[in-house]
């Protein structure tokens, strides 16, 4: 069966898309089939996987999500191993917010599309958009797990009562097993104290939910989206590829694997 994992922070630019290509990425390398959906307007991880063919796509996630195209066959496999990409391919995907704003069961949209995939997976991540609306609503209503990433700086933890606020919301409304996946720390800068402080801080919220793994600021990982590539097949020895194949194999092992 399929594990859902919403990948969230309603801040921006704290690694979100990042994480959800290179630990999916990672996954699959390691033999894991993994569906990575683009549930973020903008784009940002349809662009790093198709860069500017982005265009030429017709049918993408709103379309799944309208139900005016079966999911499968908005689903694109990519040459790397065992990764496939649900794309949002048009900020359509933004209309949805008010386009069904007063429509009953709107948080169930994307769980029901889900349905019919699920079980083709052994891990689905959703890279959420940097906000806690309808949705970051569907995402977290469609998950079994949320994971977490924080930038390494020091107002990591601002904001972070209201993403744990609305968790509990949809676990009171539509999705009350919805569990955290673990949080992850990101962009560390070893150099700096302030970086170590930050980790202490994040323990001390959250204890054993956080990953061992942590990733460090790694310029590979900002270049490789730009070449349409996952860090590991960029460059497989940079430090950012290690850490995420590291924070893979945790993963792993925190599913019984
Ligand atoms: N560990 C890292 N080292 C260096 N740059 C990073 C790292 N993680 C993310 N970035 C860069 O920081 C920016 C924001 O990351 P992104 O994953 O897009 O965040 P989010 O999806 O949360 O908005 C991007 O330009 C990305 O390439
Ligand atoms: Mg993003």
Redesign the pocket.
Known sequence: MGKIIAVANQK??V????T?SNLGASLGKLGKKVLLIDF?P?G??TTGFLGSTKTIIKQDITDALTKEVSIKKTILKTKFDNVSVLPAASNRLAGIETQYASVNGRELLLKDILKEIKDCYDFIFI????SLGLLSIQAFTAADTVMITLQSEFYALEGLSQLLNTIDQVRRRSNPQLGIEGVLITMYDARTLLGAQVIGDVRNYFYNKVYDTIIPRNIGLAEAPSHQMPIYYYDSRSKGAIAYLELAKEVLAANGN
Do not use: Y
């Open positions: 921006g630019g690694g979100k898309t990042t959800t973020d903008q940002n991880l890279d959420c958009p940097p």
